[in-house]
């Protein structure tokens, strides 16, 4: 059974940017929870930029409104720089399921360890809501995000062909944590 791997609390809330692509340097990374509508077109905007499939403001809506607890931004200087989308329902009426809906990054703030900061808040999160299993697909040729959820303790569970609208397959990861 995969567990999360966790490597340390995030202490306080923050991180520290550092290695990586241009970008801020070392300014203080500050992790914050979904507060107002007023994020919202930050959120848009890097999922957006990102994300191959295009969503509209309902389906962001959808996740945001019904689950606010389970969505976290990166924010550097009062910038949005990083996002993270989910819900948390039932699952066959068995046990209680995570999805990690969507999660971005803007490109000069990468490999700072902010997208896997913001999935393990949304796990630790997801496990307050006595979480049993995480699950997301992810485009089956974006390595980096593969490496992300890996390293995480996610493991390859199912291949979904021509999933996204661009005919790209899917790979669907799970990660047990019970």
Known sequence: MARLALDGELRGGRGRGGGG??????????????????????????ITKDLSEPYSIYTYRYFIHNWPQLCFLAVVQRECVGAIVCKLDMHKKMFRRGYIAMLAVDSQYRRKGIGTNLVKKAIYAMVEGDCDEVVLETEITNKSALKLYEN???????????????????????????
Do not use: C, H, T
């Open 21 to 46: 692509g241009g970008g801020g340097g070392d300014e203080p990374i500050q992790y914050v929870r979904y507060e107002s509508e007023l994020q919202m077109p930050d959120i848009m905007r890097l």
């Open 152 to 178: 995480l303790g996610f493991v390859r569970d199912k291949r979904l062909f021509r999933y996204y609208l661009n005919g790209v397959d899917a790979l669907r990861l799970k990660l047990w944590l019970r």
